[in-house]
């Protein structure tokens, strides 16, 4: 960002005239060249992010983080920037810790000397104002400069808190200084800035762990990594995972080697987003973040309206339905039932799955139909379950009796015993049929027109079927 002050209203603000002009003239001088002191290293063109390469020309004001002072006309081939004046210098600012530099020189010399005579400097600052030394060039010290060789310099001992580099010629007295291939890469390197995908059920352990590597060069403090409130963070992973807060990595000759942070989201959570960021700094550094993007979801749930196990009763050779209601929330995937057990084969039923939309199942009528083909009780099992969710489990009872044909009976009539036959009136050729307490038929023959009069031996209670009539009779 860059500020632009206005000196003249600054002044009118701060010191309105008064007759002792002379005092504020001197007072708002100082406050001006501590504005300028303050504001000059944010009033570069910007920071430049990390790594950097750069192997142009003169930049002008058109490089983030690249500031020049008297650059002359670019050379034609890299190195291209060409430092002809004593005085001209390169800044180089940018955000993070620097790793290694390194960078391309060629001196292109006006008279034969053996040596470049002038002085050409590297130089490291924290703060843009105050530099020192991390290279000179001259006849008795650093690198040796040949009449058009192109030297590449590396350096791998820059201090972790500098943020601005410079380059300049600060002694011209033979030639030209020709600089490019500008490249610096990032002190403190991440795999990634973002983990995604933590999660679990609420109520459930913690997420599955993810993790990122980080390491360091150039350091002159330990690396902090500080978690979020929602997730932790270890060197060890599974059994040896130990939520670590904050974690420090300690270097060693300002090295810390490529190593593995492993990420959880934290168990226990209520059900929501869980959008947190891993904070890394060294001390006097710029801080790093790794974004962790997490949901807890809600527990989902089946439900079976009908909390009792349903009785559903028929004859052997013949179907009978019952109705249940089934329906679910925050589901992941649709509801399946499953009909288990000994005598499964007996029921059916409507549907065995019911589609979920946006994790939620109305509502919805099931038809379990139960068909035996023996007399007898038969029992079976509802089992409905959703990922995730708890099963609802439902008992089917099933009870089947010996078809006698009077279940599709639905008059009585009248029927008398007399002397050892039953009697009663009919119609010809209706069908006559009496049955026994257990349903076995006792006989079956053809009414008569009129009164009929059946003689049967049996005791006891009888069942007396004419046509789609029936009645009860004690003999």
């Excluded at 005239?17 to 504005?35: E, R, V």
């Excluded at 039932?337 to 007996?346: F, W």
């Excluded at 009780?377 to 099963?391: I, K, Q």
Aim: neutral net charge; charged residues 10%; hydrophobic residues 40%.
């Amino acid at each position: 960002m860059h500020r632009i002050i206005n000196v003249r209203v600054l002044r009118r603000h701060l010191f309105p005239p008064t007759n002792d002009n002379m005092s504020n003239n001197i007072f708002f001088k100082t406050i001006c060249l501590a504005l300028t002191i303050f504001f000059l290293p944010n009033c570069l063109w910007g920071q430049a992010s990390l790594p950097f390469l750069y192997d142009g020309g003169n930049p002008g004001i058109t490089v983030a983080g690249l500031t020049q002072t008297g650059l002359g006309t670019d050379y034609i081939s890299s190195p291209k920037m060409k430092f002809d004046t004593s005085g001209a210098n390169l800044i180089l600012n940018f955000s993070g810790v620097p790793g290694i530099l390194s960078f391309k020189l060629r001196w292109n010399q006006s008279t034969p000397t053996t040596r470049f005579p002038g002085d050409f400097a590297l130089q490291e600052s924290a703060d843009g104002l105050t530099y020192s030394a991390v290279q000179l060039y001259n006849a008795s010290a650093g690198t040796a400069l040949a009449n058009g060789a192109i030297v590449t310099e590396s350096f791998t001992t820059l201090l972790s808190s500098s943020r601005f580099l410079k380059w300049i010629y600060s002694t011209r007295s033979n030639g030209n200084i020709a600089l490019g291939g500008v490249n610096l890469t990032e002190g403190l390197n991440f795999s990634t800035n973002l983990l995604i995908g933590f999660g679990y059920l609420a109520g459930s352990a913690s997420s599955g762990e993810q993790s990122f590597t980080v390491s360091g060069n150039n350091l002159t403090n330990n690396i902090s990594l500080s978690p979020p409130a929602d997730y932790e963070i270890s060197t060890g992973t599974g059994t040896a995972f130990v939520a670590t807060n904050p974690l420090l990595l300690i270097h060693s000759g300002g090295v810390v080697p490529n190593i593995a942070i492993y990420v959880r989201l934290k168990s226990g959570l209520v059900s929501g987003t869980y959008n947190e960021n891993i904070m890394a700094a060294v001390a006097g550094g710029n801080t790093y973040v790794v974004a962790c993007r997490g949901i807890v979801a809600p527990n989902p749930t089946v439900t079976l309206t009908d909390i009792t196990d349903p009785t559903l009763t028929t004859i052997s050779g013949s179907s009978v339905s019952q109705e249940i209601n089934v329906s679910g929330m925050n589901l992941s995937a649709d509801l399946g039932l499953a009909i288990s057990g000994t005598d499964a084969s007996l029921f059916t039923l409507s549907n065995y799955s019911v589609v979920q939309t946006g994790g939620t199942v109305p509502n919805t009528v099931v038809t379990i139909t139960y068909t035996p083909n023996v007399v007898g009780s038969n029992v079976a099992y509802l089992t409905t379950t959703s990922v995730g969710a708890m099963s609802v489990v439902r008992t089917l009872n099933g009870i089947s009796s010996i078809a006698t044909g009077l279940n599709s009976s639905n008059k009585s009539f009248a029927v008398n015993v007399e002397n050892g036959n039953v009697v009663f009136h009919a119609a010809a050729g209706e069908s006559i049929q009496i049955f026994n307490t257990t349903g076995q038929r006792l006989l079956q023959k053809f009414a008569v027109e009129g009164m009929n009069r059946i003689p049967v031996s049996a005791k006891g209670v009888l069942l007396v079927k004419a046509g789609d009539r029936f009645a009860k009779v004690i003999m």
